[in-house]
């Protein structure tokens, strides 16, 4: 019991004292994360764990796409606005048909999306 509460406290404090890189970059693993779980659900034919997993994947990229200032981002704000517009798109796709082809192709676009931030990430800390 102590352990579990030791390890929600911990995790609530990770997430309260987070920079905003440090909170995109939680974001987006978990989008990662939902994904995998999301196609392994589609394998095992749980309908509904897939279901919920796709729908976190793509309330995640809504969020992403919420936030995201394309008037500040310039081309590279709008290129990436196209990506998490597809890979939604695509998630729709997936999560109506329970296609594992289609969770195996946005996958990879969601890790790339993931890897992209991290690299960014790295790159600010290492300049301040």
Do not use: C
């Not at 998490?84 to 998630?91: A, N």
């Amino acid at each position: 019991m102590y352990a579990g509460n030791a390890y929600q406290t911990y995790k609530s404090n990770s997430i309260n004292y987070a920079s905003k890189e440090q909170l995109l970059l939680m974001l987006v693993d978990g989008a990662v994360k939902f994904a995998k779980v999301a196609r392994q659900a589609m394998l095992d034919n749980d309908i509904k764990k897939a279901h919920e997993n796709i729908i976190k994947t793509q309330n995640i990229f809504n969020e992403l796409m919420i936030s995201l200032d394309v008037s500040k981002s310039g081309k590279w704000g709008q290129s990436l606005m196209s990506v998490y517009d597809f890979i939604v798109r695509r998630l729709v796709d997936a999560n109506m048909k329970k296609d594992v082809k289609i969770m195996d192709e946005v996958i990879p676009l969601i890790e790339d999306v993931r890897d992209t931030w991290e690299g960014a990430y790295k790159a600010s800390k290492i300049q301040k």
